[in-house]
């Protein structure tokens, strides 16, 4: 199974902003402070792997946006819905900075993903509800921006599935 990761809004509140190139937090608390809640959901489930789906992989690179992740899930990540090749010049788009994920809401990015790589079994923990289908809104574990995966009925409602999934 895939579970795609939004970063803000879910491992911690969606008030991030970058500072001469750093992610900055502001709000109380700090950075991927719900992330151990989502490495204890997953212990049982070492087959679950993760896509970024988090404009971090963009703003920051792949590498560096996965690499502010626990070890534990960091070793999970197999990709992003984002990909630098998605902004090389090309005749539409000289400059190779604008492109379609930049114009597309995160469930249009998930769901190319899904798409190309025939994707069955899949989850998306986002805030983000923006523009999904109801066929696909099951796939969605939604978090509130303030109170992310930190939220028990999220937890609930993310553990019930990987076990309805997984088993």
């Given at each position: 199974?895939?579970?795609?990761?939004?970063?803000?809004?879910?491992?911690?509140?969606?008030?991030?902003?970058?500072?001469?190139?750093?992610?900055?937090?502001?709000?109380?608390?700090?950075?991927?402070?719900?992330a151990?809640?989502?490495?204890?959901?997953?212990?049982?489930?070492?087959?679950?792997?993760?896509?970024?789906?988090?404009s971090?992989?963009?703003?920051?690179?792949?590498?560096?946006?996965?690499?502010?992740?626990?070890?534990?899930?960091?070793?999970?990540?197999?990709g992003?819905?984002?990909?630098?090749?998605?902004s090389?010049?090309?005749?539409?788009?000289?400059?190779?900075?604008?492109?379609?994920?930049?114009d597309?809401?995160?469930?249009?990015?998930?769901?190319?993903?899904?798409?190309?790589?025939?994707?069955?079994?899949?989850?998306?923990?986002?805030?983000?509800?923006?523009?999904?289908?109801?066929s696909?809104?099951?796939?969605?574990?939604?978090t509130?921006s303030?109170?992310?995966?930190?939220?028990?009925?999220?937890?609930?409602?993310?553990?019930?599935?990987?076990?309805?999934?997984?088993g």
């Amino acid at each position: 199974m895939i579970i795609f990761l939004d970063y803000d809004g879910v491992l911690h509140p969606d008030a991030v902003y970058l500072e001469k190139g750093r992610p900055v937090l502001r709000a109380e608390g700090e950075l991927f402070m719900w992330a151990p809640v989502l490495v204890d959901l997953l212990v049982d489930y070492p087959n679950v792997q993760i896509v970024l789906s988090t404009s971090w992989a963009r703003v920051l690179r792949f590498s560096r946006a996965k690499a502010w992740l626990p070890d534990q899930l960091a070793a999970k990540v197999i990709g992003s819905t984002w990909h630098s090749r998605m902004s090389l010049p090309t005749e539409m788009n000289p400059g190779g900075r604008v492109t379609w994920w930049d114009d597309a809401t995160r469930y249009q990015q998930i769901r190319r993903y899904v798409v190309r790589a025939g994707l069955q079994n899949w989850l998306a923990l986002d805030d983000q509800p923006t523009g999904w289908e109801d066929s696909d809104r099951p796939n969605l574990i939604q978090t509130d921006s303030r109170t992310g995966l930190s939220d028990l009925k999220v937890q609930t409602l993310l553990a019930r599935e990987l076990a309805r999934r997984s088993g």
